[in-house]
């Protein structure tokens, strides 16, 4: 690893962070750490608009530079598409800025179109490594955390040791609506308010529907617990994003007499005032399990062929349950039984 550079008092950072929710969410502890080591500094990230609402708000950043994928934009054309791309970039190229930090090594392209005066990055070989000014490699990351192995780019700037938690911001307005959906039921005054989400893209992470309703009612059987579910929406053969409209219906039908708020959440600002409310989550490994982490609720997490080591969740209370087959669906509900009442807390005041 490189040593840290003469930076200066007040440079513009550009964090390069374009895939996954939870991606962006491990990113926030970097964040966090680069605003108190520059207070001054203009800060910015550059997301997709898939994963850039869950920044909404967030206090360390000075702007979120977003533009569209092809995959997330299925009313625009990839003409339209690129036009807005290169005007985007050409924008940002205009702004000289002093770094780019790129925590992906496939963004080395989107760097030299930007322009800065210096690049931070992973490399691979020692050929990887030519055009970065910072350079991590590679194999410095593969037996830590992903906060950790992305906090080593911070090491530019002098900034090491233990990151911070990861932090996102709530949306007063949507937390606003989930409290008033909450006055009138159950769940105002239960003990536990369980969050539930049943919704993974990859098939290793799902669990059966059943297997949730099982879960729900052997919980609500200890007394005093609510629940709130969470999914995400859309069909089942939706090719972008697999929703689990259905699978929800069908839940909540065989739910009727159990306290059970469904929270459909069409934008993530929404998901995250919901999660805000809960008092512990239950859910598979990916971006609810890394939101909820964000927002200081204990997990239990379903781990498939993912590696607990890497995307455990960061910097709360958290039960790991992954099966030998790496594959969710052979969980039982004893398992997450056990394990959420080994996590189980009243919900704080918030």
Not at 244 to 273: C, F, G, K, N, Y
Request: with cysteine; net charge positive; hydrophobic share 45%.
């Amino acid at each position: 690893m490189e040593l840290a550079l003469d930076v200066g008092e007040a440079p513009s950072i550009l964090v390069v962070r374009r895939d996954n929710i939870g991606d962006l969410v491990c990113t926030t502890p970097l964040i966090v750490a680069l605003r108190r080591r520059f207070p001054k500094s203009w800060i910015g990230v550059f997301a997709n608009s898939y994963n850039a609402p869950i920044l909404d708000g967030h206090p360390d950043l000075n702007e979120i530079i977003v533009y569209r994928k092809a995959k997330h934009s299925r009313d625009s054309s990839r003409i339209q598409l690129h036009v807005e791309r290169f005007w985007i970039l050409l924008n940002l190229r205009r702004r000289h800025l002093d770094w780019i930090l790129l925590t992906k090594r496939e963004d080395r392209p989107v760097a030299r179109l930007i322009g800065a005066k210096c690049i931070a990055g992973f490399y691979k070989t020692a050929r990887d490594k030519a055009g970065l000014d910072y350079a991590v490699p590679i194999a410095a990351t593969r037996d830590v955390h992903h906060v950790e192995a992305l906090y080593q780019l911070g090491g530019a700037f002098g900034i090491n040791g233990k990151p911070p938690n990861l932090r996102i911001s709530i949306n007063s307005a949507e937390r606003h609506r989930v409290d008033q959906a909450l006055a009138p039921t159950p769940l105002a005054t239960a003990r536990h308010v369980v969050g539930i989400h049943i919704g993974a893209r990859r098939i290793s992470q799902r669990w059966p529907k059943e297997r949730f309703v099982e879960l729900i009612r052997r919980l609500y059987e200890s007394g005093g617990v609510a629940f709130m579910l969470f999914w995400t929406p859309g069909s089942f053969d939706q090719p972008q994003h697999p929703g689990d409209d259905i699978a929800a219906q069908d839940m909540l039908a065989w739910l009727e007499d159990i306290p059970v708020l469904p929270w459909r959440s069409p934008h993530l600002t929404a998901l995250v005032a919901g999660i805000s409310s809960c008092s512990s989550m239950i859910c598979s490994d990916g971006g609810a399990m890394h939101i909820a982490a964000a927002l200081g609720k204990p997990i239990v997490a379903f781990f498939g062929d993912s590696d607990p080591s890497h995307w455990r969740p960061w910097g709360v209370p958290f039960r790991i349950l992954q099966p030998a087959t790496k594959n969710v669906g052979d969980l039982t509900v004893a398992d997450a039984v056990a394990a959420w009442h080994s996590l189980a807390r009243p919900r704080p005041c918030l």
